[in-house]
């Protein structure tokens, strides 16, 4: 069964770092998300990206935060000055339409010290 | 804005029945979904059910959707020890643009 991957499954980074998260959505996706779970709370939203652009962000995505297709298979969620309190859990999910069902990746967990 | 709500915590009984319960407010919701998440894994998706459905059967797992007071139910039957996890509901709005809304998280414990 197809999978969205992501990499590295874990990362630790120092305060003001940059971070970048890495996804292989699944091939014939064209919708593609970010979520992130801090440690005991609820999956919250981050962004969603269809067609080359942010269809959606929440407000947790402010402007430390971009995503990138770079090359028509990668997918990636950059944190330009990383935060204690981005140390999270970091989903991707991809999904080949508006309203099907999609697939997450097994996520990166990210620990910033 | 819209909310999605579980309880936290659920113990029972290898064999015993399993409910977990939500309940969201969002009346455009398109579809409902259940994930599960063991330790320090990923979100596994269960089942999900369409707005406009009541129920759904899928093997152990019975959704039951009450559209009117905007409650879902998962039930597990004959739980067992590898069923133990956090269960998160999850309700996707027609004007959601696709993003998922979750619950935060139901943690059933199965006991011997």
């Known amino acids: 069964e197809p999978e969205v991957t992501q990499t590295p499954s874990h990362q630790v980074t120092q305060m003001g770092q940059e971070v970048i998260l890495r996804c292989v959505p699944i091939s014939n996706h064209l919708y593609f998300y970010w979520y992130r779970q801090i440690l005991g709370q609820k999956v919250e939203f981050l962004v969603s990206?269809?067609?080359?652009?942010?269809?959606?962000k929440s407000e947790i995505f402010d402007d430390q935060f971009s995503v990138e297709r770079p090359d028509g298979s990668n997918f990636t969620l950059k944190i330009r000055s990383t935060k204690l309190e981005d140390s999270a859990m970091y989903f991707c999910?991809?999904?080949?339409?508006?309203?099907?069902?999609?697939?997450f990746g097994s996520g990166t967990r990210l620990t910033v010290v | 804005g819209e909310d999605v709500e579980q309880s936290l915590f659920l113990s029972v009984r290898e064999g015993d029945s399993s409910v977990i319960n939500c309940t969201y407010t969002?009346?455009?919701?398109?579809?409902l979904y259940w994930y599960k998440q063991e330790p320090g894994a990923g979100l596994q998706l269960l089942t999900y059910?369409?707005?406009?459905?009541d129920m759904k059967q899928d093997q152990r797992l019975t959704v039951l959707l009450n559209k009117k007071d905007k409650h879902l139910s998962l039930r597990i039957a004959d739980t067992q020890t590898g069923d133990s996890a956090i269960y998160f509901c999850?309700?996707?709005?027609?004007?959601?643009?696709?993003?998922?809304?979750f619950g935060q998280g139901t943690e059933l414990s199965v006991k011997p």
């Open positions: 969002d009346s455009s919701s398109t579809y």
């Open positions: 990206f269809y067609n080359n652009e942010i269809s959606e």
């Open positions: 999910a991809s999904s080949p339409d508006y309203l099907t069902v999609y697939t």
């Open positions: 999850a309700e996707r709005g027609y004007n959601q643009g696709g993003k998922l809304i």
């Open positions: 059910i369409f707005s406009n459905m």
